[in-house]
């Protein structure tokens, strides 16, 4: 997926096809144009761990319910190691719907549904990593359910 669709492309697709099929909650909000736009890079600086905690859920607002893209990016340096082995490190690449997040200093994590774009709903967690004020590493792990589980514990 190096080439010209990255994971956030593949997402937004993802979100328009399923539409009210995520977690059966209403439409995806329409994405803000200014998202078409490279968005500007983070600048580090010192920020207490309080204040880290306030940028994480900023960020996660901005990603993941209003879902402006290049306003969540601006708490990202601009040379973000990106863990996903589909997509590349940086602000170019990178995230839908939250059913849990939370935010202990340096690290937050989001967790959503992704229902329609595999057979069975996908859980999705998504890590970052701040220093200072800004997010400098990201990890997701992404787990289809089984169609045939033995567990009877739910992924969501």
């Not at 306030?54 to 969540?72: G, H, K, P, Q």
């Amino acid at each position: 997926m190096r080439a010209s669709i990255t994971l956030l492309s593949a997402l937004f697709l993802i979100l328009t096809l399923t539409g009210p099929a995520l977690a059966g909650e209403h439409p995806p909000k329409p994405t803000n144009s200014s998202d078409t736009t490279p968005p500007r890079p983070c600048i580090l600086h010192s920020v207490s761990p309080h204040q880290q905690e306030e940028i994480f859920y900023t960020l996660v607002d901005a990603l993941y319910v209003a879902r402006t893209v290049s306003e969540a990016y601006t708490h990202f340096v601009e040379d973000f190691i990106n863990h996903n082995p589909a997509t590349v490190d940086g602000i170019a690449s990178s995230f839908a719907l939250i059913l849990h997040q939370a935010f202990a200093a340096p690290y937050g994590w989001v967790h959503y549904r992704i229902d329609g774009f595999n057979p069975e709903p996908t859980a999705v967690v998504d890590v970052f990593q701040f220093n200072g004020s800004c997010v400098v590493e990201h990890w997701d792990i992404i787990q289809e359910r089984p169609v045939n589980s033995t567990s009877l514990h739910p992924l969501f």
